[in-house]
């Protein structure tokens, strides 16, 4: 038996014990003394939460698939045992050996959310790691950030030693085996990370060094020494079908998020929807072989027991064998009491035949991402869905069965008008009609039309990154617009509204756009006791509040300053592939409503065609 780091008394005093244990279905156990290098791979957020997210489980594969490495699990403590281990000063530990996370050679943390970024501290506080780089020696982790929000790691930077931008599946190896040779010719942590720093998408923001000018604006940003880049160019996998994937995916003991098996089809999206940051960073698409795809589902649900399957990418409507392996799944699985889930369709006649086949109709609603309620704002964003696709889809939806529809906007988009905002309701209201077009005697009870806002944070590497961003009162005078407007609707007892917090929105807005000057406040917010801050009931806006006052850290600067074409934004030193001319050129094209057509369409010249592969050489295969 493994002796866990919890004793039985604590274990029955806090929720979900099983979040703390290990010893998962498909867990990876390797005695630590035979490895080289031991590997903490955390997502701070509660369990819950990181079970469910599949580049953990891609890493978490592919590093134990390496003889000399073993990766073990790190989640973020939820608040009751948080509390236990301050109190009982237990320091937090690794889920499959129970060991400190402070006895592991590197601690690999993803950044997937900005609104985690203080739990990012409670991991490294809870670990005894000190909080910033520079006062990290030997005995302490290599701290390492990836994901999403990696593409701009300034706010963080000085929690970090290193930044890896891109695709996990392609520099680890390399950087293993500069660490490993450090270590055994007695080198300094400082000579390590400088030659950390000559591994392509290595980032190391300590031999880097901003000047700002007296307003405030980024002047320079340069490297400190000749091992360090001026500029830190993306990672990413050409090869999707060959590339790491793991065939026995860990299963949780408690129900977590994504309770699945998650078939990845492709990375990238061929819309570009100028809001949208995954679709910059992850292009070009890429495609995994749909052969490839039917032996991984086979052997996924094997080697878990999985119910459901489901498949994962930002438009699962443009994977071009995507009819192919939709029948095959639903004639292999769907008899055999096994869900398909089909995420991140464009709703059309074909997707409506398959969801009709996958899913019990009385207990489903569909959902529909219009984004803008008007088509002027859709054109503005490039979204690509017009209103009579939209009200096809619906109609079509409904004679199918269908009788609830789910449709997600976002407010404070740039040149919104009063119009576009009503727009959100007038289209909920047309939607609804479709549905009374049916005969009663046809219609599958009442319909529900459920609109959804959120609130637009401008982020990098999107052609809305110079845009302005609203305020939290912005927001709400937007919100109460629609919502006065969906009580004036005819078919009103059928609409509903829901709208996101603005506060946490105007927070996403500074964490997403800023600079290493708003470390100070993510620590005096953490230190204060911010924590879980993606969770509503944790959040505390009145102690970030105080935070930026004590730090002098001006919140509209970040948010609602106007940004010229020229500014030097913190996060220019990374080449994602995508050009800042090609950003710009979609800003303009933005301003003035014009459409952008999808990549398969006609090449935009967007800058990603020098990597050699996806959808730039699609015609050419």
């Known amino acids: 038996m493994r002796k866990l780091a919890l004793s039985d008394e604590i274990l029955l005093s806090i929720q979900q014990p099983a979040r703390y244990i290990g010893g998962e279905i498909n867990s990876v156990c390797k005695d630590p003394s035979s490895v080289d290098v031991r590997f903490a791979m955390c997502f701070p957020d509660v369990y819950d939460i990181g079970m469910s997210h599949l580049g953990i489980q891609i890493l978490y594969d592919m590093l134990n698939k390496m003889p000399d490495v073993y990766c073990e699990r790190v989640y973020s403590p939820w608040t009751d045992l948080d509390a236990i281990m301050r109190e009982k000063h237990i320091p937090l530990f690794a889920i499959e050996s129970q060991d400190p996370v402070k006895d592991f050679d590197i601690l690999g943390i993803t950044l997937q959310y900005e609104m985690c970024y203080t739990n990012i501290l409670q991991i490294l506080d809870l670990s005894g790691i000190p909080l910033h780089g520079s006062d990290r020696t030997w005995d302490d982790p290599i701290v390492i950030g990836g994901g999403p929000c990696a593409y701009n790691p300034e706010p963080i930077a000085e929690f970090f030693d290193l930044f890896y931008i891109g695709e996990g599946e392609t520099a680890y190896r390399q950087l293993i085996d ?13 000579t390590f990370l400088k030659r950390a720093a000559g591994v392509p998408g290595i980032y190391v ?24 880049p001026e500029k830190v160019v993306k990672q990413l996998v050409l090869d999707m079908t060959e590339a790491v994937y793991p065939e026995k995916p860990l299963v949780p003991f408690i129900k977590v998020t994504q309770d699945r098996v998650v078939l990845e089809i492709m990375r990238g999206c061929i819309r570009g929807c100028r809001f949208c ?8 698409v890429r495609e995994k072989n749909v052969e490839r795809l039917k032996d991984l589902a086979y052997k996924m649900l094997k080697n878990t027991g999985h119910e459901e399957i489901s498949l994962s990418s930002l438009s699962s409507s443009d994977y071009r064998s995507l009819e192919e392996l939709v029948r095959f799944l639903i004639e292999e699985f769907h008899g055999k009491g096994v869900n398909v889930s089909l995420p991140s369709l464009r709703i059309d006649a074909f997707s409506l035949d398959v969801m009709s086949k996958v899913q019990d109709v009385k207990k489903s609603s569909l959902t529909f991402a219009p984004e803008a309620g008007s088509q002027r704002l859709r054109d503005v964003i490039n979204k690509g869905l017009t209103e009579e696709e939209i009200l096809q889809g619906a109609a079509d939806a409904f004679k199918g069965g269908w009788n609830r529809v789910k449709l997600y906007f976002m407010l404070g988009l740039p040149t919104e008008t009063v119009e576009d905002m009503e727009g959100i309701a007038l289209l909920s209201e047309k939607i609804a009609e479709e549905y009374y077009e049916i005969p009663k005697d046809q219609r599958n009870g009442k319909v529900q039309v459920v609109a959804s806002t959120s609130f637009f944070v401008p982020k990098p590497f999107t052609p809305f990154q110079w845009a302005r961003m609203s305020t939290k009162e912005e927001f709400l005078d937007k919100a109460r617009v629609v919502n006065r407007k969906m009580k004036e609707m005819l078919n009103h007892r059928s609409l509903k509204y829901n709208w996101h917090e603005a506060d946490v929105t105007v927070l996403e807005g500074v964490l997403a756009r800023g600079d290493r000057r708003v470390a100070a406040v993510i620590e005096e917010a953490y230190r204060n006791g911010a924590l879980y801050d993606a969770w509503s009931e944790s959040f505390r806006n009145d102690i970030w509040m105080k935070a930026f006052e004590t730090c002098g850290v001006d919140i509209d600067f970040y948010t609602t300053r106007e940004r010229s074409l020229d500014e030097l934004f913190p996060w220019d030193f990374i080449d994602t592939g995508v050009s800042k001319e090609f950003l710009k050129r979609e800003w303009n094209s933005a301003v003035n409503g014009t459409v952008t057509p999808n990549c398969r369409e006609r090449c935009s010249g967007c800058g990603v065609r020098r990597f050699g592969g996806g959808v730039c050489f699609e015609d050419q295969d």
Do not use: V, W
Request: glycine share 6%.
């Open 178 to 190: 500069i660490y490993k040779d450090s270590r055994k010719n007695g080198e300094s942590r400082e």
């Open 205 to 228: 923001p300590s031999l880097y060094e901003p000047e700002y000018h007296e307003d405030g604006t980024l002047k320079a940003f340069r490297p400190t020494c000749p091992e360090a």
């Open 277 to 284: 940051q995954a679709g910059m960073i992850y292009r070009p």
